[in-house]
């Protein structure tokens, strides 16, 4: 068997880190014949609380899990890891924006960038979950600069998910069918969810979502919007923010960095900009990558219409005013 893995969740006492602990343990994400070491990072207040996840995890009776380590202490937390999921931050209530939660969060952020910077492996690949998770994760990144920035990303997984989701619903499929949908941008409500280049397998043909779909004013408007607003739906519905299905896509996103994407296909992901689609570089934007031997890269070449370049272009202005607002946070 392989050498253990040590990966950090923050958060580790919170709601999605309950459902995402189990996948990690169960090998959803690293390979079911891949043991691992959970550090488990959260604040002082809530060890208690993390405590009793603890006696759960153990009660699972996995054997993929060699070790746990509980702290509140990030140089604990984060020495030597080789994954990291950022998922510890405030999460927003119903009314709010993701944006309103950057005074909040990003101190988390920039004190946790230093620490890792000191302590985890050059190596350890990165996936801010908290949000605003493109700026938390630029921010962290910032602060970590002996750590490469292709290791830094964010999760916009949950929105390809959803979006894939929905697409599969309008055409009777099953989600797996629907592929290539991108999400460009910031996990916000000006992110776009473009199906331009998607496809879907109907009984075994491959056809562009578009001609199956046939109703581009339902692309462009209604489907774009609920996507957009599907976190602050749940919100409204739960009274709390997506947790299980956030779990899944940070799930998938790891899975996918540590596996590689299969033939044409790629996924979205929070990435380091270098100008790409004419995005400003070094802003944490949502591109479609494709990965390989556990490094991603962006697909070049897609055809932008004027529809999408104006959704493009919105979105990365609101992570330049976000990334302003969060380094003034951090001096
Ligand atoms: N990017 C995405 O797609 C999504 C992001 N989120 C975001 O994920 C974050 C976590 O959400 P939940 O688990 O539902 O929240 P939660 O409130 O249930 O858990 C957050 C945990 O973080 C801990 N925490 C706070 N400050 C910390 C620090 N400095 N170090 C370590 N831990 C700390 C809290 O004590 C708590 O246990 C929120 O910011 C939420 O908005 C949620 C869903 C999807
Ligand atoms: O909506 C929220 O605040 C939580 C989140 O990021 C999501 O569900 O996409």
Redesign the pocket.
């Known amino acids: 068997m392989a050498e253990p893995l040590t990966v950090v969740i ?2 580790a ?5 309950y459902s995402l602990l189990y996948s990690i343990a169960k090998g959803d994400v690293f390979g079911k014949d891949q043991p691992v070491i959970l550090h488990l ?3 002082t207040p ?1 060890m208690g609380v993390l405590e009793g996840v603890i006696m759960e995890l153990q009660d699972c009776s996995i054997s993929l899990v060699r070790n746990v380590i509980a702290t509140a202490d990030p140089l604990v937390a984060f020495k030597n890891v080789d994954a990291a999921f950022m ?6 209530k119903d009314g709010m924006e ?1 944006k309103d ?1 950057l005074k909040a ?1 990003v101190k ?1 952020f920039f004190e946790q960038g230093q620490a890792m910077d000191k302590v985890a492996k050059k190596t350890v690949k990165v996936l801010v ?3 605003p ?1 493109n700026t938390n994760a630029c921010i962290l990144s910032k602060y970590a600069p002996s750590i490469p920035k292709e290791n830094f990303t ?2 916009t997984r ?1 929105d390809q998910n959803r979006a894939q989701a929905q697409i599969a619903a309008k055409l009777n499929v099953t989600a797996d069918k629907v592929t290539n949908v991108i999400i460009w941008g910031n ?1 916000s409500s000006t992110q776009f969810p473009d199906v331009a280049h998607a496809k879907v397998d109907l009984n075994g043909k491959v056809v562009p979502v578009r001609e199956a779909i046939n109703d581009d004013s339902y692309l462009k408007n209604d489907f774009v919007a609920s996507v957009q607003q599907r ?1 602050a739906a749940v919100i409204k519905a739960r009274k ?4 299980m299905s ?1 779990a899944k ?1 940070a799930a998938d996103h790891m899975h996918d960095w540590f596996f590689g994407t299969k033939g044409d296909n790629w996924v979205s992901m929070g990435v380091i900009s270098d100008g790409s689609y004419g995005i400003q570089e070094g802003l944490m934007y949502s591109y479609p990558v494709r990965i390989a031997d556990k490094k991603w890269t962006i697909v070049q070449g897609l055809s932008i219409d004027d529809f999408a370049r104006g959704k493009l272009d919105a979105t990365a202005a609101e992570l330049k005013e976000e990334l302003e607002a969060a380094i003034a946070e951090c001096t």
């Open positions: 923050t958060g006492a919170g709601q999605i880190a990072l959260d604040i809530m998922v510890g931050a405030m999460p927003r993701r939660l969060n988390i979950v908290g949000n998770a964010c999760l949950l996990h976190g709390l923010s997506s947790a956030a896509a």
